[in-house]
């Protein structure tokens, strides 16, 4: 009779928002095609469904953790802090649960950077474990960077306007001003958790969303200072695509994107969390209107303050939109950036987005809103050069002028041949032989089967 094999488990701990659930996921198909069984710990917010892309992973809730209403009251960061406080106990319960059901069968906890409470968990019950960064390698040089500064003087520092400006001693091109501070909380706050999350404990390795060929220099900082095998298993939407969006993608922008011309369509899309002020919304309207591209626009419900969606906007916004744009609450971002009409990617800049849109050929527009999205911005405007970053208040004609750069003059031409190269190269990395592949995916699953075996 023919031995069934038994596949060993990996526990994943994702952070419950869309841009840190999106490559976690991505992560698990990687390790389930290589023959791990994959659990996801969910908590009570920001649930992932078991779709079908997900049928053969098996979920569980982390009872009394927080809620949507807790996000709101709390924001982002506090509730950060308050997740990782009261998540610790019912987490060990999860896994003390999982043990006793399933047997000693967890090869591996893999954690979010910024659910670092699992490591309570994995110390009580000896269990190997790995953090996992989705953001870019250079953003986790700058948290750690950050991590051991002075809150007050940096302070100080960020908001003199000559020294703002100047570039950071040792991370270079970036200036204080492109430093992952955080809308979402005061800069005190926001450096103790970073020093929670580039902390990396009994961790025995570092998994990076990202590839040498964009960050060979910072992935090596990061072998260097933290001591512990740095994998670069990315770009992970390339490497394992797994649709795991938390909002409903409306589709119908596909059927609208059809009837453009090649290469004319600018795609806005600001992320799951950023906020538009309504002056910033009309002038972008009048500015995307002026360029004379068509434009199709993500508007998710909420981002607008004081409004469920856009109903509160001027008819005049209608009227500039209805004339050559498309707007949607929600996209299906990967089939939009591939398509053949879209020229330009105005962007947040969050690391998912830019990893998808470089995957793509496609250059960008950056408005960064927050943390590590300032850092991706300057990199991509000023390392990579396939960027136009709008910085300052925004105003019609900066958007026009922005938008004329990358979608009609010579100038966004060339980005997008930089843009294409740069995809050639990502792709090459992923392949077997590649860099994130052979040399990152195989050596972790490896390692892991190294220590099992032990």
Known sequence: MEEVRVRRRIVLVPVPAQGHVTPIMQLGKALYSKGFSITVVLTQFNRVSSSKYFSDFHFLTIPGSLTESDLKNLGPYMFLVKLNQICEGSFKQCIGQLLDEQGNDIACVVYDEYM?????????????????????????????????????SFLIDMEDPEVSDKVFPGLYPLRYKDLPTSA??????????????????????????????????????????????????????IAASAPSSLLEEDRSCIEWLNKQKLGSVIYI???????????????????LSNSNQPFLWV???????????????????????????????????????????????????????????????????????????????????????????????????????AVVRLIVDEEGA?????????????????????????????????????????
Not at 196 to 225: F, G, H, M, P
Request: hydrophobic share 40%.
């Open 184 to 237: 979402f909380g005061p800069l005190e706050s926001v450096l103790k958790v970073y020093s929670e999350t580039v902390n990396i404990r009994t961790a025995s390795a570092v998994i990076i969303n990202s590839t040498s060929c964009l960050e060979s220099s910072s992935l090596k900082w990061l072998q260097r200072e933290l001591q512990v095998p740095v994998y670069p298993i990315g770009p992970l939407h």
């Open 414 to 454: 060339e980005m997008r041949k930089r843009a294409i190269d740069l995809k050639e190269k990502l792709e090459a990395s992923v392949r077997n032989g590649g860099s994130s592949c052979s040399s990152s995916l195989e050596d972790f699953v490896n390692s892991l089967k190294m220590k099992n075996s032990m």
């Open 116 to 152: 670092y409470f699992s490591q309570a968990a994995v110390k009580e019950f000896q269990l190997p474990s790995v953090l996992f960064s989705t953001t870019s390698a250079t953003a986790f040089v700058c948290r750690s960077v950050l991590a051991s500064v002075n809150a007050e």
């Open 269 to 287: 899309s600001l992320g799951s969390l950023a906020l538009m002020e309504t002056k910033d919304v009309l002038e972008m309207a009048w500015g």
């Open 299 to 401: 508007i998710r419900p909420g981002s607008i303050p004081a409004s469920e969606w856009i109903e509160s906007l001027p008819e005049e916004f209608s009227r500039l939109v209805s004339e050559r744009g498309y707007i949607v609450k929600w996209a299906p971002q990967m089939e939009v950036l591939r398509h053949p009409a879209v020229g330009g990617f105005w962007s947040h800049c969050g690391w998912n987005s830019t990893l998808e849109s470089i995957g793509e050929g496609v250059p960008m527009i950056c408005r960064p809103y927050t943390g590590d999205q300032k850092v991706n911005a300057r990199y991509l405007e000023r390392v990579w050069r396939i960027g136009v970053q709008l910085e300052g208040e925004l105003d019609k004609g900066t958007v026009e002028r």
